[in-house]
C-alpha cells in the first residue's frame, strides 16, 4: 500500500484545521455580547444590529457590489478573449509578449500595479482631463488584474476539451463565428462562470489597488474595513466577516457544480 | 479574429505595460510637495542611489527576501504533504478536498489576516488558552513580530501551493511508485528519487506564485507584523500614502519590478508548458 500513508493525511486533517480554526473563531466572535472581541461574555445580536445600521458600512459595501459586478463582467469578456487567443492562436506578432502580460498580474505585487496606474490616471487627467478617480478608475484596475485569471481558466478548459467537434461543425459548413457561438461558446460556458465568480470575488476583496486608484471621495468596503482594522479589533468586522464566509461557501458551491457539468 | 486578439491585447498594453514607463518617469524625477501632482520630472538617479545606499531601505529589502522565501518554504512544507493526501485519496472525494483548500481563499483576504490578529494579540485566544491549559503561564505575544508575519503568509497563501502541486501528484504516474516499492526501495527513498523530481513543476510553479506576490506584501506586515518588520512593499506605501513621496514610491516599484522580473518569466514559461501539453 503506497496510497494510504499516514503522514500526508495527518498533515492534510492539521493544515484543514490551521484553515478553518481561525475563520470558526472570528464567527463565534461575531455573537459575543462583549465589545472585546477576545473575551466571551455570552450570546448576544448587538453587532449584528449595529453593522446593520451601519450606513457607512453599507454604503460601501454597495458600492463595491456595484463595482464588482462590473469589472467581473468586463474581465470575463476580456479574460474569454484572451485566453481563446492562448489556446487557438498558435503565431502572431508578439505572441510572446501578450502571453507574458496575461499571465505577469496574476503574481505581480499588488502595490507596483496600485502605484503604477494611479500614475496613469493621473497622467490621463492632466493631459486629457479624465476619467476623475472613483468608480471608473477602480473598475479599470480591478478588470486589469483579474481579467488573467479568467483567461487561465478560459485557457485550461479549452486546452483539454474534444477539438473534434469544433472541427466537425466546421467540416459540415460552419463558419468560423458561427463555430464558436454554437460549440465551443456552450462548451466552456461553465468556465467562463466561475473565471465571473473569480473576478467578482478578488474585485470585492481588493484593498490595495483600490486604496491607490480610488481618489479622495471614494470609500469600498475593503477600504472601510482596513482603516476600522487598523485600529484593532471590532466586533462588527466579525459580523461581516460571517457573512462574506457565509457568500463565498454559496458562490463557491455554485461554481463547483458549474465546471464539474 | 483580429479584434478578439487586439481588444484584450490592447488593454494589457494600455493599462499594465504602459504605466511601468510613467512609473520609470516619475522615478527619475524629484519630489516637489508643494505643487500636484507632488513631482517635478528629470532625469535625476538620487531616489535609485538613495534606495540601495541606505541602511534601512536595504534592510528592507533583504527582510522582504527572506521573509518571502522562509514563508514560501514553510508553506511548501505544509502544502506537499495536503496536495500528496488529496491526490491519493479516493477519486470521488478529490473535488471536495480540494475545495476545502480553496474556500477561504474565496472569502476576504482582508478578514483571514484579521481572524490572526484576534488569535495572537496579547489577550487574544491562543494566549488564554495557552494559560487556561497551564502549557505556558506567561506566554509572549506573538502579534507585532515576524513570527505572525510568516504565519500570516502561511496562512493566506497556501491555496496557491496547493493547488498546482496537486495538478502534477493528480497526473503522476503512481505504477511507477509501485514498482519502486516492489523492486524494494523504501518509501523514503522512493519519494527522493521517483514522487519528488516527478512533481517538481508543480513545486515550482507553487513556490513562484508564493515568492513573487509575498517579496511585495502589504497587508500582511502592515496588520501583524512590529514596527520593526521591514518589507519593501509596505516602505512603498508609506513612501507614497504617509510621506506624498511620489518619485521615490516609484522608484521602489521599479526596483522590485527589476527584481522579480526573472521570477515572472519563469512562472509564465511554467504556466505555458503546463497549459500547452497537458
Same mark, same amino acid.
Given at each position: ?6 503522514f ?9 484545521a ?9 464567527? =463565534? ?7 472585546l472581541?477576545?473575551?466571551?461574555a ?16 453599507l454604503s ?6 456595484r ?15 484572451a485566453?481563446?487567443v492562448?489556446?487557438r492562436?498558435?503565431?502572431f506578432p508578439?505572441r ?6 496575461v ?25 486629457l ?6 468608480? %471608473?478608475?477602480?473598475? %479599470? ?17 479549452l ?5 473534434s467537434?469544433?472541427?466537425a ?12 457561438l @454554437? ?5 466552456? =460556458? ?9 473576478a ?14 480610488a481618489?479622495?471621495? @471614494? ?11 487598523r485600529?484593532g479589533?471590532?466586533p462588527? %468586522?466579525?459580523?461581516?466577516a ?11 458551491? %455554485? ?7 | ?5 487586439a481588444?484584450?491585447?490592447? !488593454? ?5 505595460l ?9 522615478a ?6 508643494? &505643487? ?7 532625469? &535625476?538617479?538620487a ?8 541602511d534601512l ?5 533583504? &527582510?522582504?527576501?527572506r521573509i518571502?522565501?522562509t514563508?514560501t ?15 491519493r485519496?479516493?477519486?470521488?472525494l ?5 475545495m ?13 489576516i484579521?481572524?490572526?490578529m484576534?488569535?495572537?494579540?496579547e489577550?487574544?485566544?491562543l ?13 509572549g ?5 515576524e513570527?505572525?508575519v ?15 502541486l496537486y ?13 519502486a ?5 523504501k518509501?523514503i527513498?522512493?519519494f ?16 513562484l506564485?508564493v ?8 497587508v ?16 512603498? !506605501?508609506?513612501e ?5 513621496d511620489?518619485?521615490l514610491? &516609484? ?5 522590485l519590478?527589476?527584481?522579480?522580473v ?12 503546463s497549459l500547452e501539453?497537458?
Amino acid at each position: 500500500m503506497v496510497g494510504r500513508a499516514r503522514f500526508p493525511l495527518a498533515v492534510l486533517c492539521f493544515g484543514y484545521a490551521f484553515l478553518y480554526v481561525p475563520i470558526a473563531l472570528v464567527i =463565534a466572535y461575531s455573537f459575543n455580547a462583549s465589545q472585546l472581541v477576545t473575551v466571551w461574555a455570552g450570546f448576544s445580536l448587538q453587532w449584528w444590529r449595529a453593522l446593520l445600521h451601519n450606513e457607512a458600512m453599507l454604503s460601501a459595501a454597495w458600492l463595491s457590489l456595484r463595482i464588482a459586478l462590473v469589472s467581473a463582467t468586463l474581465s470575463a469578456l476580456l479574460g474569454l478573449a484572451a485566453g481563446y487567443v492562448l489556446a487557438r492562436v498558435a503565431r502572431f506578432p508578439g505572441r510572446l509578449l501578450f502571453g507574458g502580460l496575461v499571465i505577469a498580474p496574476m503574481v505581480m505585487p499588488e502595490v507596483v500595479m496600485g502605484i503604477s496606474m494611479l500614475l496613469l490616471f493621473v497622467g490621463s487627467q492632466q493631459f486629457l482631463g479624465g476619467p476623475d478617480r472613483g468608480f %471608473i478608475t477602480i473598475v %479599470i484596475a480591478h478588470t486589469t488584474f483579474s481579467l488573467s485569471f479568467v483567461a487561465i481558466v478560459v485557457q485550461a478548459r479549452l486546452t483539454d476539451f474534444d477539438r473534434s467537434l469544433e472541427e466537425a461543425a466546421m467540416d459540415l459548413g460552419a463558419t468560423p463565428w458561427t463555430t464558436f457561438l @454554437t460549440v465551443t461558446l456552450p462548451l466552456i =460556458a461553465p468556465a467562463i462562470g466561475s473565471g465571473w465568480l473569480l473576478a467578482f470575488t478578488l474585485s470585492i476583496d481588493d484593498l490595495i489597488m483600490t486604496q491607490f486608484v480610488a481618489g479622495a471621495a @471614494t470609500q469600498t468596503l475593503p477600504m472601510r474595513v482596513y482603516s476600522s482594522v487598523r485600529l484593532g479589533v471590532d466586533p462588527q %468586522i466579525n459580523v461581516l466577516a460571517t457573512i462574506i464566509v457565509a457568500v463565498a461557501a454559496v458562490a463557491l458551491m %455554485i461554481s463547483a457544480r458549474l465546471t464539474r457539468r | 479574429m483580429r479584434a478578439v486578439i487586439a481588444l484584450p491585447f490592447a !488593454w494589457l498594453i494600455l493599462f499594465f505595460l504602459l504605466p511601468f514607463a510613467l512609473v520609470l518617469a516619475i522615478a527619475l524625477g524629484t519630489n516637489a510637495p508643494d &505643487s500636484a501632482p507632488p513631482v517635478e520630472l528629470g532625469w &535625476s538617479l538620487a531616489n535609485f542611489r538613495l534606495l540601495f545606499t541606505d541602511d534601512l531601505y536595504l534592510a528592507a529589502w533583504l &527582510s522582504s527576501l527572506r521573509i518571502a522565501a522562509t514563508s514560501t518554504l514553510a508553506t511548501l512544507l505544509l502544502g506537499y504533504p495536503m496536495a500528496y493526501a488529496i491526490a491519493r485519496a479516493r477519486f470521488k472525494l478529490r473535488p471536495l478536498l480540494l475545495m476545502l483548500v480553496v474556500l477561504p481563499f474565496w472569502t476576504s483576504f482582508l478578514i483571514r489576516i484579521y481572524a490572526w490578529m484576534g488569535l495572537l494579540a496579547e489577550n487574544g485566544i491562543l494566549n488564554q488558552f495557552l494559560r487556561w491549559s497551564g502549557l505556558v503561564s506567561h506566554p509572549g505575544t506573538i502579534l507585532g513580530t515576524e513570527w505572525a508575519v510568516h504565519l500570516g503568509i502561511v496562512y493566506a497563501y497556501l491555496p496557491f501551493m496547493v493547488l498546482p502541486l496537486y495538478a502534477t501528484l493528480e497526473k503522476l504516474d503512481w505504477t511507477l511508485i509501485e514498482a519502486a516499492a516492489d523492486l524494494g526501495a523504501k518509501p523514503i527513498a522512493t519519494f527522493f528519487t521517483i514522487t519528488l523530481p516527478l512533481s517538481l513543476a508543480g513545486i515550482v510553479a507553487g513556490c513562484l506564485m508564493v515568492f513573487i506576490p509575498t517579496v511585495g506584501e502589504f497587508v500582511i506586515p502592515d496588520l501583524l507584523g512590529g514596527t520593526d518588520t521591514l518589507m519593501i512593499g509596505k516602505v512603498l !506605501w508609506d513612501e507614497f500614502f504617509t510621506n506624498a513621496d511620489w518619485p521615490l514610491a &516609484s522608484a521602489v516599484a521599479i526596483c522590485l519590478l527589476v527584481l522579480l522580473v526573472g521570477p515572472i518569466v519563469l512562472f509564465q514559461r511554467q504556466q505555458a508548458k503546463s497549459l500547452e501539453q497537458p
